[in-house]
């Protein structure tokens, strides 16, 4: 089946990691020297994010306990159609419609 305009407007993947007590800040900024050809635009966005803490040493063990205001860094393509988004326990890949693939391709 072929649509007119694409029904999903956006596509996320999300990684968590288990929170951590100190997280060096140089390490986004490393990150982006890396990336920023591609994405050259790079700004500070508040959200409020799940709390999490570790009820044991297994892997799943995390229980959410709540919200927080977190500050994460976004990092967009020159059209914003590719962004990815870099918090302390998150890293986020974010791709906007239209997509690189089209129903010819699939």
Not at 33 to 61: C, N, W
Request: aromatic content about 14%.
């Amino acid at each position: 089946m072929q649509y007119a305009k694409d029904p999903i407007q956006e596509v996320v993947c999300e990684f968590w990691f288990r929170p951590v007590e100190s997280f060096d800040m140089t390490v986004p900024g490393q990150f982006y020297e890396k990336i920023q050809h591609e994405y050259p635009d790079r700004r500070t966005i508040r959200a409020v994010e799940p709390m999490f803490s570790q009820l044991g040493s297994q892997l799943g063990s995390l229980q959410r306990h709540g919200l927080e205001v977190v500050d994460y860094l976004e990092f967009g393509s020159n059209q914003n159609q590719f962004r990815i988004q870099w918090s302390p326990n998150k890293i986020a890949l974010l791709v906007s419609a239209p997509y690189p693939c089209t129903n010819e391709g699939r």
